[in-house]
């Protein structure tokens, strides 16, 4: 049973960076779905992701029809406010590989490809009196943190021993 994250046209590379260091610290392969708003030897990109990167499981896909003509049978979350089902209230500890989509920050998820796959749609609440949107790398976070802790956070233990090593 494994977590997938997929940014669907992710725009600003620091919220890429981030989303691949928590990629690299819960052992989640990151699929990124083209055009990018950025090239991927950029310096905030690298900055954001550490020295991660090689410990991510990275794919590239040319556009979204190229992502679901590869990945045919998964189940697949659409992550987006305007979801009915609330994330934590889905089942991922059902022993499938769960592949979580989000948005790229301007514009969100194609709105037909929401609206036609509305049962997939799961959302984080928010009060959206003050801001329109959570920040894309928190709501990857939160997500598959939850799908996690479902799950029991399988082989996420600390093998370091920390004394000498500098805080980051
Ligand atoms: C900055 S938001 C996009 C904003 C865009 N204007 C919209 O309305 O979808 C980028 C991505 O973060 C995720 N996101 C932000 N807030 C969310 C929420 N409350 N629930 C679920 N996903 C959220 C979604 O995947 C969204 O596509």
Redesign the pocket.
Known sequence: MTNHIVL?EPQIPANTGNIARTCAATNTPLHLIEPLGFSTDDKQLKRAGLDYWNDVDLTYYKNLADFLEKNPTISLH??????HDV?SDVDYNDGKDHYF?????????PEEFMRDNEELC?????N?EHV?????S???AL?IYEALRQQSFPNLELTHHYENDKLD
């Open positions: 669907f659409l992550v987006t406010k305007f979801g994330y989509m989000f948005g790229k920050e301007t514009t969100g998820l799961v959302r984080i609440p928010m959206d329109r949107s959570l920040n894309l928190n709501t990857a997500v």
